[in-house]
């Protein structure tokens, strides 16, 4: 969809450790927070297109149905401005703060603004670009889009509206009734605290109530502001909070919503906001919080319900949910199991698990001879740990994916694994839905008659279904019992696969693999270590150093010290210890 709004829509948190409070130890942890910026652009990105066009679709994560702030205050919080627009400088300025726009006039970055003389350039929160605007005698003469790193223009404007830096924002000319509302409040819960025999809880929420609000009055802004969004939304208490579901609607009325992965996402969904609750509620009991920050949730599973009109669910393994959901309505049920490239489902074979290592490597070096790649997927931790280090000291390229790899490191491994750095990757539960990898021929499951979750009938079939985007693919299970769920499985596969050869057969369709291009940035990985080598490389052979390059140089060898040291390779840390002493 080229010509369309493509917007996504995730958690901005590259680290979340919510606000709580542990009665046993007496331990309050207050919200601690790192937000990526380039997901924040992303998500007020999204917003920012479905208030302004129609064409917009969004790819979204479970946090779209936690609060987000009313789609129609946001959408009032904007400043239109147009070429020969009667308006002062000092205007605009105001205004831009009070949509928490910062003035910075000597780092330009997303949600600032500078004045040089006559110019206010405006970089809005989410654009790659920012938008200069010229007065002259209390009148805007031009507008004009440009690139805040070489300052170029990009194109000439002949207006714009520009929308809030944050999704929290709040307007000065309600503080009075939104404040005397939470002040009424304030005193309930404190009274209620009293009459309980609580003295240090009802202080506690009269000290940190009034600091908040002496906060928002004095900047528009708090950290934990979010916990007042009913007041400020004007919503009953208990009434569901905005969220981007409530953009998509006022979009437009007839959205279309696809769960992926719905035997998933759903569940995930309907456990959100028992969750949360039961960690407020101890914020309430204890005077961190009002009871109104019960209100700041995500949407319950009913609510989510209410609110997605028309839904389209795709899985592989639909729960009996999805199903009895479809199964109402005429047609409600389509399955998609023939693919364009005439690919089939793999072939499986059961073996014993005496002797499963020693068939394993056999069968991975079949694979490796032919360039293609192999996932072995294992119950345990310390399993995936152990017969990683095995095949490694066989001499076989493998890497171990686990849980505590980043989400975006972890698309870097299977890129690296598609690129043929390794040729195997070892793993527990991170082998299923969503990876598709062309080059993998064999998917391996170890001890596939433990019957539980990790090999539930729905676990084994999207195991299995990784392998199936190769001509050759095959998938082997190590088991010497055959439990209800891998019969239900292998009978699951075979059934679709039985349809898709039908369907080649019926219409001379011979199957070829899935022919996928590596993403460009592990190329551009490599290129960039390349390059970072070749100028270390230079920095080392030079007889005197520029203080940026003795800087650089510097930082490059402290890093490979701690990697030596954590490899407990310490002859070497000691020798790069010393380079880096010389060089200071």
């Not at 700041?296 to 199903?323: C, G, K």
């Not at 407990?568 to 380079?579: G, K, V």
Request: negative net charge; charged residues 30%.
């Amino acid at each position: 969809f080229p010509n369309n709004a493509v917007s996504y829509f995730v958690s901005y948190y590259d680290y979340y450790q919510p606000e709580a409070y542990i009665p046993t130890t007496d331990t309050y942890i207050e919200k601690e927070s790192e937000t990526n910026e380039e997901l924040d652009k992303l998500r007020l990105s999204a917003t920012t297109n479905l208030l302004t066009r129609k064409d917009v679709i969004v790819v979204a994560s479970v946090s779209c149905i936690y609060n987000l702030g009313s789609p129609i205050e946001y959408g009032k919080f904007v400043m239109e401005i147009k070429t020969g627009m009667k308006i002062d400088q000092k205007s605009v300025v105001l205004r831009l703060a009070d949509l928490q726009y910062e003035r910075n006039d000597y780092a330009f970055q997303r949600g600032a603004f500078r004045i040089r003389g006559e110019t206010v350039d405006v970089f809005p929160a989410y654009m790659d670009n920012g938008i200069k605007i010229e007065i002259l005698n209390d009148k805007i003469v031009s507008l004009t889009e440009f690139d805040p790193l070489t300052g170029k223009t990009v194109q000439v404007l002949n207006g714009t509206i520009i929308y809030p830096a944050k999704h929290y924002v709040t307007d000065p000319n309600t503080y009075k009734d939104v404040f005397g509302q939470i002040r009424h409040d304030l005193d309930l819960r404190e009274k209620e605290l009293k009459k309980q025999k609580k003295l240090v809880e009802a202080q506690r929420i009269r000290q940190r109530t009034t600091y908040d609000l002496e906060m928002i009055a004095e900047l528009g802004f708090v950290n934990g502001i979010e916990n007042y969004s009913r007041y400020f939304d004007k919503r009953l208490p208990g009434e569901p909070p905005y969220c981007l579901l409530d953009y998509l609607q006022a979009c437009s009325k007839n959205w279309l919503c696809f769960v992926d992965e719905s035997h998933m996402s759903l569940p995930q969904i309907r456990g959100m906001y028992n969750g949360d609750r039961a960690r407020k509620e101890m914020l309430i009991n204890y005077g961190f919080r009002l009871p109104s920050a019960l209100d700041n949730r995500p949407l319950r599973f009913d609510e989510f319900m209410q609110r997605t009109h028309q839904m389209i669910y795709v899985s592989a393994t639909p729960n009996e949910y999805e199903l009895s959901l479809a199964s109402e309505f005429e047609n409600g049920i389509t399955e998609q199991l023939v693919r364009p490239t005439g690919l089939v489902d793999p072939t499986i074979t059961i073996k014993p698990t005496k002797g499963q290592i020693e068939g394993l490597i056999a069968e991975i070096e079949k694979r490796v001879k032919k360039h293609q790649r192999v996932l072995v997927t294992t119950l345990t931790k310390r399993m995936s740990e152990d017969l990683s280090a095995y095949l490694a000291e066989q001499g076989i390229l493998v890497s171990y994916l686990h849980s505590d790899i980043e989400t975006l490191e972890r698309q870097d491994e299977l890129d690296r694994l598609r690129a043929g750095k390794y040729d195997v990757l070892v793993g527990i539960n991170l082998l299923r839905e969503g990876l598709d990898l062309p080059e993998v021929s064999l998917v391996a499951i170890l001890d596939a008659d433990k019957e539980g979750f990790l090999r539930s009938r729905t676990s084994l079939i999207q195991i299995m279904g990784r392998a199936a985007r190769h001509v050759e693919s095959q998938v082997i299970m190590y088991a010497d019992n055959m439990t209800g769920s891998m019969r239900e499985a292998i009978e699951e596969v075979e059934r679709r696969r039985l349809v898709q050869l039908k369907y080649n057969k019926k219409h001379g369709i011979t199957p070829k693999s899935i022919q996928k291009s590596i993403r460009a940035r592990l190329v551009e990985e490599e290129q960039e270590d390349q390059k970072s080598a070749e100028f270390l490389m230079k920095l080392k052979e030079k007889d005197v150093l520029m203080p940026d390059e003795k800087e650089h140089l510097i930082k490059q060898l402290r890093i490979e010290m701690q990697q030596s040291a954590k490899e407990l390779d310490f002859e070497t840390a000691a020798i790069l210890r010393d380079q880096i002493k010389l060089l200071k």
